[in-house]
């Protein structure tokens, strides 16, 4: 009987041995984010969770850190100017899951403007659906893509200018999309 309560209270013992330690979260934050996108609900489960396991952290402080920036970037928003629409047009097919963009009714020969200062990091016509396209990067992480675009005025590198001429439209409809860190947005929640 003894032999018996002594291989009971080994193997319970050797149990938690071999049970595995709850996992810790990693969070990485790329370094150009700014702490942007991330999702507020994953910090509040983290949050729950530590404080089930009473253990301490440091990511109230990131939370706070987060709060404030958002805040100051909405300031920024409402600061600078609306930004300027891409073309003088009406839209004929607004954002959507499906249509990351907005498609305008325009005819050849259209000016193509910035919608806000940036530098071209992109000009080309690898994607054929697109045409020559032609993609702006601004602060904050947006970037701005221009489509179905001829003659262009600018150049691969080029600072431009809030308003600039970049190129004119072609014969097919013109397509712009806006993007924040990757992202696809509705261009019309910025757009003036």
């Known amino acids: 009987m003894w032999v018996k309560l002594f291989s009971v209270v080994i193997l319970l013992s050797l149990n938690g041995c071999y049970s595995q330690a709850p996992k810790q979260a990693i969070i990485v934050i790329e370094k150009s984010s700014n702490l942007e996108n991330i999702n507020h609900q994953r910090f509040e489960k983290i949050d729950k969770v530590e404080k089930k396991t009473r253990r301490i952290t440091d990511y109230t402080a990131i939370k706070k850190v987060h709060k404030t920036q958002k805040k100051n970037v909405a300031k920024t928003h409402k600061a600078s100017s609306s930004w300027k629409t891409p073309i003088n047009s009406k839209v004929s097919k607004t954002y959507s899951k499906k249509h990351p963009g907005l498609t305008f009714s325009s005819h050849q020969g259209q000016e193509v403007r ?36 001829q003659s262009l005025q600018a150049s691969l590198g080029d600072s431009v200018d809030k308003g600039q001429v970049i190129a004119m439209t072609t014969d097919q409809p013109f397509y712009f999309e806006m993007t924040k860190f990757e992202q696809t947005i509705n261009p019309l929640k910025y757009l003036k």
Do not use: A, C, W
């Not at 919608?115 to 990067?137: A, E, H, L, N, P």
């Open 114 to 149: 910035v919608i806000r200062d940036g530098k071209i990091i992109y000009i080309g016509d690898k994607m054929k659906s697109y045409g020559q396209m032609i993609i702006v990067r601004h602060p904050l992480g947006f970037n701005s893509t221009y489509t179905q675009t």
